[in-house]
């Protein structure tokens, strides 16, 4: 599979290494929440500080393209990037440069790079995926087949999950609008202990993976640039991710730039099943 052959892993480091910079120059809300005037083409308005997490990334995928590798990109603010793709051997980049970037613009600690790879349409065809948290500074990795990591170190695929009087016990919630949180409550209510809201799809879905959340919603659709990386760092690491609004689990798109489907995450099967329960915009 062509798409293990480029050093993905190199690039997205030394993305996320230049991003560190970007944001250490500008580490106040003021500075974080300037805007460049115009919309990404996800639909939502460009910070200049995502700005320049997608120019970090890009020109980290153009060296990979001046090394022969032949691929298209699928990125939250400029949309689709032809870095000579080829429809025999069709492998797909998918990007959030900075997942979470209300929290980078407030100083919150969960923001990340994420980008996936995979040789196919779907989420099903993932085969590496990359989250990078600069809160922590936890670099989060899945290949297909061969597990995930955590700073390098295996996550357990036996890990197993907490449950308080047959609840989850912990469970993140992403989308968390006050509307969309009342006309899920009694269902999060039924399913989940207590709740935790992370303000990024992608590392709560790690937190999943790693066994710190029972599980995971959205209480809305998601794009494909937020989940990408995630859901396959959350499969390799024992755990199940399901897109309910399509008809196949991980049938979600992934070159579709606009919100697809709510995400669920668990541990097992039976916590999937649980929180494909909650009302989801």
Known sequence: MSAHAPDWLGAARAASEELRGVLAAAPTTAQRARETGTRGEGGDRTLEIDAAAEEAVLRRLAALHEDGARFAAVTEERGHVDFGFDPDDPVLVVIDPLD????????????????????????????????HDFGPGEEWVGRRGAGATLDGAPLDRGAQERRVAGKLE????????????????????????????????????????????????????????DVAAAQLIVREAGGVVAFTACSEPLGAPLDVLEPVSPVVAARSPEGLAALARVPRR
């Open 170 to 225: 912990l469970l993140g919630i992403e989308s968390a609008d006050p509307r969309w949180l009342r006309d899920s409550a009694d269902a999060l209510a039924t399913a989940a202990h207590r709740l935790r809201a992370v303000g990024a799809i992608a590392v709560s879905l790690c937190q999943v993976a790693a066994a710190r959340l029972d599980g995971m919603v959205t209480l809305r659709r998601c794009r494909a640039v």
């Open 100 to 131: 979470g970037s209300k929290n980078a613009k407030r100083g919150l600690p969960h923001f990340a790079l994420s980008l996936a790879v995979a040789d196919g349409g779907t989420m099903a065809d993932v085969a590496f995926g990359f989250v």
